[in-house]
Every structure is written in C-alpha cells, then in structure tokens.
C-alpha cells in the first residue's frame, strides 16, 4: 500500500494492484530493462540521468515518509520508452522476505546501520551513495574486501577517483 501510494512519480513503479489472497501479492508494471544489464551501455551522461531519476524516486518516497531500505541495482529499472530513466521496485518486499525467512544478507550496498539490524532515515542516502559510486566507478563499494561487514564498518572504501576518471571532489560527497 504504502509503495503504491507513491507510484504516481515517474521514478517508481507502478502498482496496479494488490492482494492478500492466497497470499499477499502485487501486480507492478513490467517492461523495463534491468539497470545491472543495462548499465554497460550507458554512457557518463545517460548514467548520471539514472542517478538523477533514483534521487527524485527516492526524494518522493521520503516526502510521504517511505523509506526503500533495500536500494541496490537489481531493484532499479530502466524505461527505455524515450529518454533512459530509472524507475524504482520493490519497496520493501525482497527486505521483508529475506527478514521473514532469515536470509536477509550483507551486500556491497548496504547502511552500516542495517549491520545492526536497524534502519534510519539516513540508511537511503547512504544507499544513493553506493549505487552512485557503482555507476561512477564500474566498481561495487567494497569489491576487494574479504569480509564486506567488516569494510562497511570501518568505511574502508577506495576513493572514487583512484577508480575512474573523476574530480577529487566527487570522493568527499560519495565517501
């Protein structure tokens, strides 16, 4: 309910409807390429269009107080209608699941917050940072690390312009 609440911003896909019956179920707008498989063929510009469209997905849901909690690339399409824009799915249904049946796992992206089994209102700012170094960098935060909790926990992340061609500036804002 609450995702389809704010499924009338052009960042977020839509929900045409849900259902608790047999078991809750939602029926979401589908068509869109996944940004993993996309991401290759997306150049500096078209990229940054992608982190722009998840910012304002994002800032929308924030407005009406949802939070994501579980923003990484696999949940972020692209509509190829046009323009390449970033639409955002699952609104907490993979977080939920993996909760309810204990597989709820550490990734490249997420809050160091989430390690401790907590959620902030900061935990989908610094998940736009993970997916922003990922699409400046071609690299995931973390991608050398043997233990990616424990990287999380100390920040030991590599400077975003050590990875690729960007301004010293861009490692304080993603760092």
Known sequence: DQWASIGHNSHIVDVHETGTEPRPWAAVAAGATPLPDAVSELDRS??????????????????YNISHGNLHPGVI?????????????????ERAVGATVGTDTVSPYTAPEQLDGETTPTTDVYRVGALAYWLLTDR?????????????????LSP????????????????
């Open 46 to 63: 078209e990229r940054l269009r992608v982190l722009d469209g998840v910012i304002e997905g994002m800032y929308t849901a924030d407005l």
């Open 77 to 93: 399409q692209i509509d190829e209608t046009g323009e390449r824009t970033a639409v955002i799915a699952d609104w907490g249904l």
């Open 140 to 156: 995931e935060p973390y991608a050398d690390a043997a233990d990616v909790a424990a990287a999380i926990r100390t920040g030991d």
């Open 160 to 175: 975003p312009s050590e990875l690729a061609t960007l301004p010293d500036q861009i490692d304080t804002v993603l760092l």
